[in-house]
Structure formats: C-alpha cells, structure tokens
C-alpha cells in the first residue's frame, strides 16, 4: 500500500550541518543522491553517507524521503522508522512491555549512529508524497566516533487511528568522520566533474582504521598505523629501487592504492616515504584532519640514519641496509606532517618505525610508530633525534617549501 | 623544487656533463609514443595508461614475465625538448630517497642513464624511460631498458 522510493541523506549539499556530506564512490564513479533508492540498494554498501561531527554538533539531523501509495483512498498517512535492531518487530502480551523496555536501555546504550526517523505526516497526491523531510531522533552524531556504521531502520506507516505497519527495512554504511574531508578534498563543485570530492572507496579504509577515533589527532595516529601495517603483506619499502615514488609521482594514483588495498597489483609491491606521507595524509584528511605531505633534507647533504623498522621490515637497521644503491642514509624523507611542516609541528610516518627509547643509535631497539610526535631540533629526543644519527641530524631539516597535499586520481 | 635544491641536485649528478647533449640531432623527437604489447619479448602487456593531463605527458606500462606473477614498470616521460628531458630528469631523481642512485656509464642506455640493476633512469631525445620492480624479483631490468632505449632510437631513426 504506501511504499519508499527513495531515500536522501546529504539533501543540502551546501552545507554539512544538518545532514550529511557531499561524497562520490571513486575517481570515476559518481555517488548518486538519493542514496538509497528502491529496487537498486540492497545491502548496506549500496547506501552509503558519511557526516562530519564537529559540523553536526548538537544540530538536528534530517534526511529527505519520497514514497508512493498505491491506494487512491488514502490521502495521508503517518510515516517513521525504527532501529531494525533494538526495535525489531515486538513479541505479544506481558513480554512485550519487557522488551520495549530493554530495547530502551539499548537505544541509549548502542543504538545507531543516526537513530530513528521520527514520524511525521505524509500527503499524497496523486499516489506520490514529492520529497518529504524527515528529521531523526536518538542520533548519536554529536558524540560518535570515527567508524564505518551500519543504519538499519524498519519503516512503519500508520492510517488514523491504526497501529503501525512494517512496509520496508533498509540498510545503509554510515560513515563518521571527526569533520568535513580536508584538502585535496574538496566539497565544491558538487559536480561529476570534480574527481576530488571525498571518495567513498577511501573512507571504507580510513574509518577502519581511524576506528573509535574521536578526535583528529587520534584518527591521525589510526591511519598512520593502518598504513605502517599494510606491510609487508600489501606493500613494502622500495630497497630494490633506490626508494623511488610509484603512487605519488606527480600525483596521488589513489585509483591504484585502492586497488592494491583490494588485492589486486595497483602500482605494484613497493612504495617509498613520499607515496607513504601521501597515503596518510590523504586518507587522514579524509575524516577531517588538517595534515600535508612535507619533506625533511638539506640541499648539500644526504643524511645519515640510525636503526629502523621500515614498512614491511621486521629487522633493525637503517633502511635498506646491505642493498645495492643505499648507504644508510636518504637523501630526503617524506612525512605527514601538522601546521607549517617545521621542527615545532608534528610528524605521523607511516613509512617506518623508530626506536623509541634512551638511545636510538643502538640496540636495545623499542619500536615507536611516529604519530603526533614534534619533529624537534637536534638533542631533543623527539622525532629528528630518532630517525638521523648524530652526525646526520644536522642535514635532516624541515623543508616547508616542499609542503603540498598532492591531488588524487 | 626549490632552485637552490635543484642546483645543488644538478651538482651532485654532474649535470653539466651531460645537459643538452643527444646522440642525435636536437630537432628529432618522439611524439604520441605507443606501445602494442609486442615490445618486450618474454613479457605481457598487463597495463597501458596514458595521461596527458600531467606535465610532462606520461605512458605508464606494466609487464609481467610470462609464466610468473614478476612486474615490471615502464614509465615514458614526453617532454618537448632534449633540454627539457634533461631537466625532468633532475626532478625525476629528486623523487629518489637513496643517496646512492648514480649516473651508469657502464652500460650504453640512452643519452644519460642512472640506476642499478633494479631500477633504470634514462634519457633519450626527448623523452625520459624510468623503468623498475613492481614486484619482487631477482632478474635484472637493465636489458629491459636496453629494449625500450632500442624502441625509442627505431623511432627516431624512422623520423
């Protein structure tokens, strides 16, 4: 009798406030509004929204449906949405009022990111309701954190006087992001034009790994993890070719990362600190945070380096130690890297781990992933101290100029 | 890349040595190159992709070895001039973290060419061949190289 045609969650695209943000799938693919649509999405995976925490706030959150009713009769009808997992479809008698009860404290405890569509009368004319806003309840946006989310919702109308009816359940994957996608992100154009509107293909790997984050920071420090751990099973650290760029050469080829994150060659086995600092900032900056690709180097000087687990290495040593073309030194090193990429910002590398002890000259080595760590000056101990020897740490210099956020392709 | 960075990148690789010179005359280049996959004996055309929107034009091409799961890259950088071949050739080992890539002058490939036997950096006319590993694998690429250097010289010769 009344049905759901479609289903819209970033119904405003010129703002991230009240609903949700403007995304696409891939550098090729577009990410049609509605989101869900009837007869086309099925799985969660085939309705997909990703929303900004810090622009939701404390705002109401409301999403945009058209439905359909096939009974000329009917002229309104009241229309709303449960959790489809803390309010599936209630037993009879006494226990009834038990499970309404449990499913209370449940809603509150672990209830979905976006909550219930709260019900509201729906006209129809001619058999069609047009675009009806939806404001939801028991959203948990204010407070939620980084992750890929699963929204089930039961769908009810109602006639007057009448008890609800179940007509539809739909599934959709909510992303949560600590705030709108940061450059090369971009919101604007909303276009099909504009490959760099937030990809939905990297979010699926940013929210894993930034999971449970709930501030930039620590959705930093995920995706740099999630990256250091890509290795040695995905990609490793190019000693064979003298650490040369193969994702991020003129360029971010996200379209090729992706496709190895998904098993397939992509730009092949090896990767170097440059495609690195780019895979952590782009994908970081895709749940909000505020990170560029920077360089370290001294134009006269390669600088020397001390013991190190580089991505997919379980041995000690500088990087590349013993091959052909290396002599424990680089000639440059790229990070992800805060603010204006100096000594005084922070660094995530998500292309080796350091020692992380007294001494990071020598055994015994304790292994420390920078994330959030000062890049510092020479006898700090902070994170120039921990890459470069000694004597290299003089050549080891921020270089701002180099600062960039490479776009994606 | 800063000029001062690019100054003392052109110092360390000796630049002057080798800047504006070509085997052949300087009004011959290779434009629009393409390859068909019959270029490599011993190998499958896994990948072609072609981008004209960076700078300079690219031909990026991925190899496997018949009968194993080793890939090779080919990246075939169109610059206008051997001028600027050259000069993409100092941003081009700017993209390198060893401080050890150096200038090969034990094998004849191209105008210029840096590397080891994993990795090939050369320049030819006008254009600028990277080839290296996508994956691991112990054979060397410099004969590989040497193959797409002798592609490049039919075409210039053919004019």
């Known amino acids: ?409 | 890349m800063q000029a001062a960075e690019r100054d003392a990148l052109k110092e360390r690789h000796r630049f002057r040595e080798w800047a504006g010179k070509s085997s052949l005359p300087a009004d011959r280049s290779v434009q629009g190159l393409s390859l068909t996959g019959e270029e490599l004996p011993g190998f499958r055309l896994d990948r072609l992709d072609r981008r004209a929107d960076t700078q300079p034009p690219r031909l990026t091409s991925f190899w496997r070895r018949t009968g194993t799961q080793a890939v090779v890259r080919v990246d075939i950088f169109e610059c206008v001039s051997v001028t600027d071949a050259h000069e993409y050739l100092i941003d081009a080992l700017n993209e390198f973290e060893s401080a050890a890539i150096l200038r090969r002058t034990d094998v004849a490939i191209g105008d210029v060419a840096f590397g080891s036997d994993s990795v090939v950096l050369f320049a030819r006319s006008n254009l600028v061949v990277l080839v290296r590993k996508a994956t691991p694998q112990t054979e060397a690429v410099v004969s590989i190289a040497q193959t797409i250097d002798a592609l490049i010289l039919g075409r210039l010769k053919a004019g």
């Open chain 1, 1 to 409: 009798m009344v049905q759901l045609d479609t289903i819209a969650f970033n119904h405003d695209s010129s703002a991230a406030t009240h609903d949700a943000i403007n995304l696409r799938k891939n550098a090729s693919t577009w990410l049609p509004v509605p989101e869900w649509q009837r007869g086309v999405s099925v799985l969660a995976e085939d309705s997909m929204a990703a929303y900004a925490v810090a622009q939701i706030g404390s705002n109401p959150v409301s999403i945009r449906a058209t439905l359909s009713c096939t009974n000329p009769a009917i002229h309104h009808a009241w229309v709303r949405a449960l959790d489809a997992v803390v309010d599936p479809p209630p037993p009879a008698g006494c226990l009834g009022w038990l499970v309404w009860l449990i499913r209370a404290i449940v809603r509150a405890l672990v209830g979905n990111v976006l909550g219930e569509v709260r019900a509201r009368k729906v006209t129809f004319t001619a058999g069609q309701s047009g675009p009806v806003v939806f404001d939801l309840a028991y959203t948990k946006l204010a407070h939620a954190p980084v992750g890929p989310h699963t929204t089930k919702w039961r769908w009810q109308y109602r006639l007057h006087k009448g008890s609800w009816v179940d007509f539809e359940q739909t599934e959709h994957r909510i992303f949560v992001l600590v705030d709108v996608p940061t450059a090369p992100w971009q919101q604007t154009p909303y276009q099909q034009s504009n490959t760099q509107l937030p990809w939905t293909d990297v979010l699926k790997y940013s929210c894993q790994w930034g999971l449970g984050a709930t501030t930039r920071e620590a959705a930093a420090a995920g995706v740099t993890r999630g990256v250091y751990q890509l290795g040695p099973g995905v990609v490793t650290y190019d000693c064979p070719g003298g650490g040369s760029s193969h994702y991020s050469w003129g360029g971010f080829d996200c379209t090729a990362f992706i496709e190895r994150l998904q098993g397939g060659l992509g730009n092949g086995y090896y990767v170097n600190c440059s495609d690195c600092a780019t895979f952590v900032s782009t994908f970081a900056n895709s749940l909000g945070c505020d990170l560029w690709q920077s360089r370290m180097s001294d134009s006269f000087s390669s600088f020397g380096l001390n013991p190190m687990l580089g991505i997919g290495s379980t041995t000690w040593e500088p990087c590349c130690h013993g091959e052909p073309g290396w002599g424990d030194a680089f000639s440059y090193h790229e990070v992800a890297w805060t603010a204006g990429c100096t000594a005084s910002d922070r660094v995530y590398d998500g292309c080796l781990q350091v020692d992380g002890d007294a001494d990071p000259t020598g055994p015994p080595h304790t292994a420390l992933l920078p994330t959030d760590m000062v890049f510092g000056n020479t006898g700090d101990g902070l994170y120039r101290d921990r890459l470069a020897t000694p004597s290299g740490r003089p050549h080891c210099n921020p270089q701002p100029s180099t600062r960039q956020r490479r776009p994606v392709s």
